[in-house]
């Protein structure tokens, strides 16, 4: 079941370019279904096909895969899940079982699993990579991707002043799998997560379960890398490390690529540079998304996570290469062709968390081949394919308030900081409207310095922490116009959105909130057409599937941790009422 697909015009699959087998339906990522059968003047219609309770009532972030009328789900805590498309009957389910003692850095979210050579391959909260029998779930092969190695915060470590050393630590610092896998040319290609992630503290608000995200000093953290892996056995063909042992400070850059103060002392980091030669060493880097690959040119796209320790940059001066970037890569070696870093030296956790994608950008009357991706920072950019230079910035499609502010002792409000901006949820692109649909998060956060000097023999206290304020929080959906930059449509939602959007040629985009509603809007103009009610938060991405000539849209109700969205164990399939 391997794709084919070419520069900028959305990958096909032979026999299942009515399904979706991929994470991102096919290489490019689009996220665009090619169905019509449900269209702006039916969506009305819809109603709910079948539904599966999967019994596992946690953050549920999984595309569901559709191949050859079975899907295939990944489960929070990686269990998987294969149900018969067209019913929802389960034909076998495999139980993972977490290796003794692993700390989970991020939770128990997964974001799919991939399906190809008769095998279907998943990621896990332990670091490993196993491949399943597509027809049984039976295991045949199980990997360590990497060791426990990474030392983790505590609250310990925190001044005991602060009333967040009182709290109690709910993630940190570590390593584990959290993207889908995708397969090209008999590789399956993987990436590790958590190795910057901080320490997550919880908070006793309700409006605000995020709580603080705390980045202390020290030597937290170790390399991110994504992984090619041979699909026969699991042995690894490449691995590319995002943190590079040589040329990590990179230039000191003291603006981004297009001109903005990063408000650093580029002196003092120099000058601090000779008391860290081995920063990399603790570097993170996570690979949150699913590459999108030009099978033209055989590159993979991806982005990077944050550089450690997270928000706290006393440790590792310099321009932190290669975090907070989009990265490209040859996919029959790994090796680097070009990267382009949107954040240099990132203290406020901008990582590219949403996946890329790919499409031919019209520029000047001509086609160019290039690379989106939805920032954290509000923007979405545009990359030249062949180079990483920069094509186009949208306007902000969430407000912008001190974007790249220092943390002090009162209290810096900021936004959108450190959950986004467009946070891990998909996007996804018209490439013949040069349109990109983005999920937004408008969620003003305060970023607190605390310093402490030494004393009583105990070393000196430094850490800066994230979190939410009072103020109101919202989320947007926003058509963007790649031909300009500026926003066709947008509407505003209640919640911030966490879980990504599917466009389809029936010129529909649809999308879940966190109150449980799922949506279908048209995507021209941005009116409601449609709207269904699930018992959890709808916070995955939906896809579209067609099955013996009847079109499907399905998605995953499961709530989301972070922002307190109510825990489901729901997949639920739409069709059209006869």
């Known amino acids: 079941m391997a794709l084919a697909a070419c520069a900028g015009v959305a990958g096909k699959h032979d026999t299942e370019s009515s399904q979706w087998p991929s994470f991102g339906r096919d290489y490019t990522n689009q996220r665009m279904s090619p169905l019509t059968q449900i269209n702006t003047e039916n969506v009305g ?47 076998w389910r495999y139980r993972h079982e977490r290796k003794a003692n692993w700390k989970m850095c991020c939770g128990p979210a997964n974001r799919g699993v991939a399906v190809s050579d008769g095998k279907v391959f998943i990621g896990t909260v332990d670091a490993r990579l196993i491949a399943l029998d597509a027809k049984t779930g039976a295991k045949i092969w199980d990997i360590n991707v990497a060791d426990d190695t990474a030392l983790t915060e505590n609250t310990g470590l925190l001044s005991k002043a602060d009333a967040k050393s009182q709290k109690d630590a709910y993630g940190g610092t570590g390593i584990g799998i959290a993207m889908a896998p995708v397969v090209y040319h008999g590789k399956v290609i993987v990436g590790v997560t958590g190795v910057g992630y901080g320490l997550h503290v919880d908070t006793p608000r309700i409006d605000a379960p995020l709580g603080a995200v705390i980045g202390v000093s020290g030597l937290y953290g170790r390399p991110g890398f994504l992984a090619a892996y041979d699909v026969n056995n699991g042995n690894r063909v490449w691995q590319f490390d995002t943190i590079p042992s040589q040329g990590w400070e990179g230039t000191f850059a003291a603006t981004t690529s297009d001109g903005i103060s990063l408000n650093r002392d580029i002196a003092a980091e120099k000058e601090n540079a000779k008391n860290h030669p081995d920063a990399w060493r603790y570097g993170g880097g996570s690979a949150w998304s699913t590459p999108a690959i030009d099978t033209s040119t055989n590159t993979l796209f991806f982005g990077t996570g944050n550089p450690s320790p997270q928000m706290n940059d006393v440790s590792r001066p310099g321009d932190n290469l290669y975090t907070v970037s989009l ?157 300009t930059g500026k926003i066709r449509w947008q509407v505003k939602t209640e919640q911030p959105l966490m879980g990504g959007v599917l466009a389809t040629r029936g010129g529909l985009l649809f999308m879940g909130e966190g109150d449980g509603s799922f949506n279908a809007y048209n995507s021209s103009t941005g009116a409601l057409l449609w709207q269904a009610k699930a018992d959890a938060g709808v916070n995955a991405p939906p896809i579209s599937y067609e099955i013996d000539g009847v079109q499907y849209v399905a998605v995953a109700a499961g709530g989301n941790a972070i922002f307190g969205f109510t825990a489901g164990d729901n997949i639920l399939v739409y069709t059209l009422k006869k």
């Open 45 to 91: 219609k819809l109603g709910l096909a079948w539904q599966f309770k999967t019994g596992v009532a946690a953050s549920f972030q999984a595309t569901p895969i559709v191949a050859g009328g079975v899907m295939y789900v990944a489960l929070p805590y990686n269990h998987v899940a294969a149900l018969d498309a067209r019913t929802g009957k389960e034909l």
């Open 327 to 483: 990265v490209a890569l040859d996919t029959e070696t790994g090796k680097l062709k070009w990267h382009y870093q949107q954040v240099p030296h990132d203290v406020w956790g901008y990582d590219l968390a949403s996946p890329p994608v790919l499409f031919d950008y019209v520029k000047d009357g001509r086609k160019v081949p290039a690379v989106g991706q939805a920032g954290k920072t509000g923007w979405y950019y545009v990359n030249d394919r062949a180079t990483g230079a920069l094509l186009m910035k949208s306007e902000a499609f969430v407000p912008q308030k001190n974007l790249f502010a220092k943390a002090t002792r009162e209290g810096t409000v900021l936004y959108p900081g450190i959950l986004g901006g467009s946070n891990w949820s998909p996007s996804a692109l018209d490439d013949g409207s040069q349109t990109a649909y983005v999920a937004g998060i408008h969620a003003p956060i305060r970023y607190t310095l605390v310093e402490e000097p030494a004393k009583e023999g105990l070393p000196p206290i430094r850490y800066a922490s994230s979190e939410p304020t009072k103020d109101p929080r919202w989320g947007t959906v926003s058509a963007i116009d790649l031909a």
